[in-house]
Every structure is written in structure tokens, then in C-alpha cells.
């Protein structure tokens, strides 16, 4: 395989995963073509009888990133904190997702103080080691897994 294709073309891959993973639970899934304003894919669903939008930002890990990162996302940049928008993070290796709401996200992850990612976030879900394997941070474990935010999302 061509590394350069590879690379590029990663997280894309990762994103049709995820956004597969919503299709194959019954959402109605659309796609953006730009990703300019952290959305990924808007799911669009009935809330008493008027259509309600959620967007979504997709960050995900594959088994071929390196061990230490697998449950980690070291700078995330939320700009907007919003009732209707969530992150869902997928980490392939774990087969497990975390769906996210932004405002949550912004309360939980710890913000970087200094350095080239300054303001963003750290997004730690899971450690890994080869001893004892996956260890989920509790203070998500509310997330994880957890598709019926979106099912039951009120608007």
C-alpha cells in the first residue's frame, strides 16, 4: 500500500465507519461536503412532528495508530458548546464509541494550557497497556456506547 494514500485518506475512512455505525442503528444520516464548521454529518430526526437537526463531529482511532493513542484524542478544538451538537468518538481497536454532547465534552476534557494546541482540548477516554488492556475513564463511561442520546434527543 501507497503510504501517502494511506495517511490521507485515514481519517475519512474512520468517518465512514462511524457514520455507517449510525446508518446500520436506523439514522437518517446526511453528509456535509466541507468540513469548515466541525460537522461531519447532520442527523435529522422527528421531534413531535418537526424535524430537529443534530450535528456531528467525528474523531476516531484505528488499530493502526500507535497503542498509546488508542483512546486518546490529544486536541480536539471545540469552538461552539451547543445543545444539538455532538462529538462522537470512535476508537477501533476498543470497538467502542462514545457519543458525546459538546457542552459535556466541554465540562469533561481537560483544556491545554500552553503549547501548540493551546485552548484545546484532551480528550482521554480509554488508556491502554499490554498488561491489563482497556481501561475506560469513568467519568465518561455515561458515553460510551451510548446512541440513545441521539435516539432521545428532545430538541
Known amino acids: 500500500m501507497v503510504r501517502y494514500r494511506h ?36 442527523i435529522r430526526k ?48 476498543a470497538d467502542c464509541y462514545w457519543i458525546i454532547p459538546s457542552s459535556a465534552l466541554s465540562a469533561l476534557a481537560r483544556r491545554t494550557k500552553s503549547g501548540k494546541h493551546i485552548g484545546e482540548l484532551k480528550v482521554t477516554l480509554a488508556t491502554y497497556s499490554n498488561e491489563t488492556g482497556f481501561r475506560f475513564r469513568t467519568e465518561f463511561e455515561e458515553y460510551r456506547n451510548n446512541f440513545n442520546a441521539l435516539e432521545n434527543f428532545d430538541g
Open 46 to 93: 422527528e421531534v413531535s412532528g418537526n424535524p430537529t437537526y443534530l450535528d456531528i463531529q467525528i474523531k476516531a482511532r484505528s488499530k493502526d495508530a500507535n497503542q498509546r493513542s488508542w483512546g486518546e484524542w490529544p486536541s480536539v478544538n471545540l469552538r461552539s458548546p451547543r445543545r444539538n451538537f455532538f462529538f462522537i468518538f470512535y476508537s477501533e481497536p
Open 7 to 42: 495517511t490521507a485518506s485515514f481519517g475519512k475512512r474512520q468517518e465512514f465507519i462511524a457514520i455507517a455505525e449510525l446508518l446500520r442503528r436506523g439514522f437518517d444520516v446526511y453528509q456535509t461536503l466541507v468540513d469548515d464548521q466541525q460537522i461531519d454529518c447532520v
